[in-house]
């Protein structure tokens, strides 16, 4: 499975973006995908999770303001972003840990 990310961009605060990671070779069978994220001179974090099933988990830091969703048709893992704030600056990358692949990573800007 290679992932291709896309989505991201400049944004103000208080903005909202949707990130898309889609998959070749299919995510229908693979039950766990992940957004992580890489602030500016950080270490990679973890943002979100979801499962084949739906289950979804997030950092303590986007809950309520993240949405993690998968379209198994489609082959799409989303990220929904809202009420964004310059702490959410970074390089997202999807992450599929299964065959530990990982996407080339989308830029989000946010400036106030």
């Known amino acids: 499975v290679q992932l291709q990310a896309s989505g991201g961009g400049s944004v103000q605060v208080g903005g909202s973006m949707t990130l898309s990671c889609a998959a070749s070779?299919?995510?229908?069978?693979?039950?766990?995908m992940r957004w992580y994220r890489q602030p500016p001179g950080k270490q990679r974090e973890l943002v979100a999770t979801?499962?084949?099933?739906?289950?979804?988990t997030y950092a303590d830091s986007v809950i309520g303001r993240f949405t993690i969703s998968r379209d198994n048709v489609k082959n799409v893992l989303y990220l929904q972003m809202i009420s964004l704030k310059p702490e959410d600056t970074g390089v997202y990358y999807c992450?599929?840990?299964?065959?530990?692949?990982w996407g080339q990573g989308t830029l989000v800007t946010v400036s106030s």
């Open positions: 070779g299919g995510i229908s069978g693979i039950n766990v």
């Open positions: 992450y599929q840990p299964l065959y530990d692949k």
């Open positions: 979801i499962t084949r099933n739906g289950v979804t």
